[in-house]
């Protein structure tokens, strides 16, 4: 397999982007979807902007924490597939399905919930009761979403990427049109501002389903001698660990973002809006940095599946994560510097609301941090959950963001820096991840501490 050619920077630095490219293509894609939502809604009203940012960055949230749980387990999809265990593929795929039903409906039980819930939380009655009733619309469409995805990682993880980034550029220009139709109010329909958005987005969602799914079920390979019963115990066991580890980690950061956007809602609307805007502004960017974490995660478990079957000169995992890093922070450098000579033109994309144009451009430079040190996160945590380390990564991650809450709400309150405080704790947040997970991964590859686990253990 391409994937796993002897150590060598040109070779592996082409076969990275030969797998991670498809998969840039279909996360950008997503993203592309985000910023479509943000910009035709900022730009309809900053307002319906602010109560779209309010239910999407809460209860929104909670697709990605179930999502982490789907996906999180899906991670034996390539390690099978390195060893050359077709079946155990699509079995560990299949194993998925139930549960991305069944948290969609958990999910779309929770998005009733909205109204009350913000506010409790302190936001204005009219804003909670808006952002409540898009929270209900949203929750329509977790199930189809975590199908879609547990569905598009299967393929990926087979080493099919470019079908998953067709289905999504074709998703993009469907929800541009949608949005089109339905936010602003043309060929004849109304205009229901952000509602309209939350129509689009759970219509897409459903569409992407259905056509994700229906390719994945064509790959089904059959059995062959040795293959674990659908219904093993150790490998589901693994799997659900697997996931659990990933879904508290994601649990996490929704309350770490949320709680953000909490605090920009005390400082007011306009507060809650730029913030909103700041981070969609680098959700591409992340998100292309998250196509190269997933596709070394996937080269990462792949070399542990072939190491187990005894293939030989594979690529030491450190080589692996540097090569991802190097060409990680190469193509980062382009977006920080336009971040940072530019600010203005990119909050511009935006809103013509002048106070928000303002603020935004004033967060763009200082966000653009978050870009470096977030990817590398990515990374790292990508290929340690490849090698099974699930507890310690969690605790890293875990910890710093707990500890982010505090002194977020210090400086943006008790400093008085507001929205630029929120960004500034984010910022020290990361950093100190980075460094944590990047030295937990380093002492868990030193010389020959590191060999392949066995099916059911973890690293300690």
């Not at 985000?34 to 900053?46: G, K, L, N, P, Q």
């Not at 949608?178 to 501002?193: D, E, K, R, S, V």
């Amino acid at each position: 397999m391409s994937a796993l050619r002897a150590p060598g920077l040109r070779s592996n630095v082409i076969d990275l982007l030969s797998l991670a490219l498809p998969m840039i293509v279909s996360r950008a894609g997503l993203a592309a979807m985000s910023i479509a939502d943000s910009v035709m809604v900022s730009r309809y009203s900053a307002g319906q902007f602010a109560q779209l940012s309010l239910a999407d960055g809460t209860l929104g949230r909670l697709v990605d924490i179930f999502a982490a749980f789907i996906l999180g387990g899906l991670v034996l999809v390539p390690r099978a597939f390195g060893a050359g265990k077709l079946h155990a593929c699509a079995r560990i795929w299949r194993r998925s399905i139930a549960p991305a039903v069944g948290l969609g409906l958990l999910g779309a039980l929770l998005g009733l919930t909205g109204a009350p819930l913000f506010l409790r939380l302190g936001q204005g009655p009219e804003l909670a009761a808006a952002a409540g009733t898009l929270s209900t619309l949203l929750g329509l469409g977790y199930a189809a979403a975590l199908l879609a995805l547990g569905a598009a990682v299967f393929i990926e993880g087979v080493k099919r990427p470019a079908v998953v980034a067709l289905a999504v550029v074709g998703a993009n220009i469907l929800n541009v049109a949608l949005n089109w139709l339905l936010i602003g109010g043309n060929a004849g329909l109304p205009a229901l501002g952000a509602r309209g958005c939350v129509i689009s987005t759970t219509i897409v969602r459903f569409v992407l389903a259905i056509v994700l799914v229906a390719y994945a079920l064509r790959f089904d390979p059959k059995p062959v001698a040795g293959d674990m019963p659908a219904d093993d115990p150790a490998e589901t066991a693994v799997q659900r660990t697997l996931g659990l580890g990933a879904a508290a980690v994601a649990a996490i950061m929704l309350l770490l973002t949320a709680s953000l956007l909490v605090f920009a809602g005390w400082l007011g609307p306009l507060a809650l809006a730029v913030l909103a805007a700041t981070f969609t502004l680098n959700a591409p960017v992340m998100l292309l940095a998250l196509g190269i974490a997933d596709a070394t995660g996937i080269r990462v478990a792949a070399r542990d599946g072939a190491n187990a079957s005894g293939q030989p000169d594979l690529p030491p995992h450190r080589f692996i994560v540097g090569t991802s890093l190097g060409v990680m922070l190469a193509i980062l450098s382009v977006f920080v510097a336009a971040w940072c000579a530019v600010p203005r033109f990119l909050a511009g994309l935006f809103t013509h609301d002048p106070a928000m144009l303002a603020g935004l451009a004033a967060l763009v430079p200082a966000a653009s941090s978050l870009l470096i040190f977030d990817s590398i996160c990515f990374i790292v945590v990508s290929a340690l959950r490849a090698l099974r380390d699930v507890a310690f990564p969690t605790i890293i991650e875990v910890a710093t963001m707990v500890a982010l809450v505090p002194l977020a709400a210090w400086l943006a309150f008790g400093l008085g820096q507001g929205v630029h405080g929120l960004i500034v704790a984010a910022l020290a947040s990361a950093v100190c991840r980075a460094t944590l997970l990047v030295c937990r991964f380093g002492w868990l590859t030193q010389g020959a501490r590191r060999t392949t686990l066995p099916l059911g253990a973890e690293a300690s």
